[in-house]
């Protein structure tokens, strides 16, 4: 018999409606994990466990009045600290906004409160979502809960590791180059990067644009289906999203993978790919064509550029974005005598940001600089026309592409955070999603050294139900892969 922390979504939000379940139980259990294991994992910064219990137990009493209840109704979710929370301080794990607390929801948030879901903290990431391991936090770094000595992936990594650990049933990560599919893989759950504009941004605190998307963690499909479908659809305070209705995604699982193609990407499983990670997405693309899926190979030169390109847009968009930090409007401020506006404004970015942030703006900054900007920012955009451009063409023979998710299993803490450039590495397989704005899942696949490793579907543009519906059947056929970490 599962525990109450193992039920799925969608099974305990209906024992929570027919009154079987209490919400404030069932969020309880949540609460009790954190208390008993976030110690040790660290995927929180902030929990509010006594506005958690007041939601609880008002969906108690609209259960026992007969109230309309909303989707979500009495589950607890998750929610990435630079997501903003009325009431709840968003710090971006950064000391630049250690004691931020928002006036207003994200309208992520305020559709999570609309469906009756009770928020249970801010999760633990990368700063400002720069990174990819959740090792450049100014909170300190969150542990992987299939092994505590290494990185569960970012820079989502605590919305992830909640999940994995059974510390909340649904998560919201963002996903500027891989920072809920990396997270997902490397925790063995379930993540999708929506596409460009389904999903609205108002709300997140900016990294790069037009890169980052608002998106679910879940550790199984049809739970990432049902928050996937109360989070997306136009608002009109977002003007980048699309003029497109949210759909029930979890209508669209079920039914096998016959006439499906898939196109194995030929240079995401090549050289720096670890052979695991090669042998498990080659049994996942074994499983699909059980199932019913053609599956062939395809090749896409241009992804050989995909790395650079990226890191130069999203660097010199994360150099206009964090200007506005300078110590005067609100967040951390250097204060001293004798100090003017310009040296205050230089201490307290020096003081308030990460070595990893301050690289990144520094090295944007030069890319945007006069002499600079058409041999790098110009050049880079360019490359990613051309990458959206050839996704596009390979669209037109396969309904999906098969990639790894990331290129190795999940690594020691303290491994590659002196080296820059190794860590810029991890992200090869999973920027090319970020660049064409195309959406993308992350499925776990199999394991090594006792490690999860996860495959990524990657789908044309507003092609999330036949993600979630190839994610499902493969789940149903594996469910082995679908598996707790052995916390307790």
């Not at 995927?43 to 009493?61: G, M, P, S």
């Not at 930090?325 to 970015?349: C, H, M, N, Q």
Request: hydrophobic fraction near 40%.
């Amino acid at each position: 018999m599962a525990r109450l922390f193992e039920l799925p979504v969608w099974e305990a939000s209906g024992q929570i409606r027919s009154g079987e379940l209490s919400a404030e139980e069932y969020v309880s259990c949540f609460l009790e994990r954190v208390e008993r294991l976030d110690g040790e994992v660290k995927a929180y910064i902030t929990v509010v466990r006594e506005k958690a219990l007041r939601q609880a137990r008002l969906v108690d009493r609209k259960v026992k009045a007969g109230l309309k209840l909303g989707r979500l109704a009495g589950v607890p979710v998750a929610v990435k600290d630079n997501i903003c929370t009325v009431g709840i301080r968003t710090t971006c794990a950064s000391r630049m906004l250690e004691n931020f607390v928002p006036p207003y929801d994200a309208t992520v948030v305020e559709r999570l409160k609309a469906e009756d879901a009770v928020i249970l903290g801010k999760t633990n990431m990368d700063e400002f979502a720069m990174g990819t391991s959740t090792e450049t936090s100014y909170f300190g770094p969150t542990r992987n809960p299939w092994n505590l000595e290494r990185v569960p992936g970012g820079s989502s990594g605590g919305s992830a590791a909640a999940v994995a650990a059974g510390m909340a049933p649904l998560s919201l990560g963002s996903d500027t180059g891989g920072s809920i599919r990396c997270p997902a893989s490397f925790c063995g759950v379930v993540g999708l990067k929506p596409t460009y504009g389904l999903v609205s941004r108002y709300g997140l605190i900016a990294y790069a644009n037009s890169l980052e998307q608002i998106g679910p963690l879940a550790f199984n499909t049809r739970d990432c289906s049902l928050l996937l479908s109360v989070i997306a659809g136009r608002d009109l305070r977002d003007s980048t999203t699309l003029s497109v209705e949210a759909v029930g995604y979890g209508e669209a699982l079920g039914g096998n993978l016959k006439g499906f193609k898939v196109g194995l990407v030929k240079e995401l499983m090549g050289e720096g790919t670890h052979p695991a990670v090669v042998e498990a997405v080659q049994r996942f693309a074994g499983k699909l064509e059980e199932l019913g899926a053609w599956i062939g190979e395809v090749s896409l030169p241009i992804l050989d550029y995909a790395l650079p390109a990226y890191y130069i847009i999203a660097m010199s968009e994360a150099s206009s974005n964090l200007a506005r930090y300078d110590g005067i409007r609100y967040g951390f401020r250097a204060e001293g005598e004798g100090l003017d506006w310009s040296r205050e404004f230089s201490v307290t970015r020096s003081l308030g940001f990460g070595p990893e942030v301050k690289r990144r703006i520094i090295l944007g900054t030069y890319a945007l600089s006069a002499g600079y900007y058409d041999r790098f920012f110009l050049k880079a955009v360019k490359v990613a026309t051309l990458i959206r451009r050839s996704l596009a063409e390979a669209f037109k023979k396969f309904n999906l592409l098969l990639a790894p998710t990331m290129p190795l299993p999940p690594f020691r803490l303290g491994e590659k955070i002196s080296d820059p450039l190794a860590l810029y590495m991890c992200d090869i397989d999973t920027v090319p999603v970020n660049l064409a704005g195309v959406p993308a899942i992350s499925i776990p696949c199999g394991f090594h050294g006792g490690l999860p490793l996860g495959a990524q579907l990657i789908a044309p543009p507003l092609g999330e139900e036949s993600l979630l519906k190839t994610a499902e059947a493969y789940e149903k056929a594996a469910p082995e892969m679908f598996r707790r970490p052995p916390l307790g």
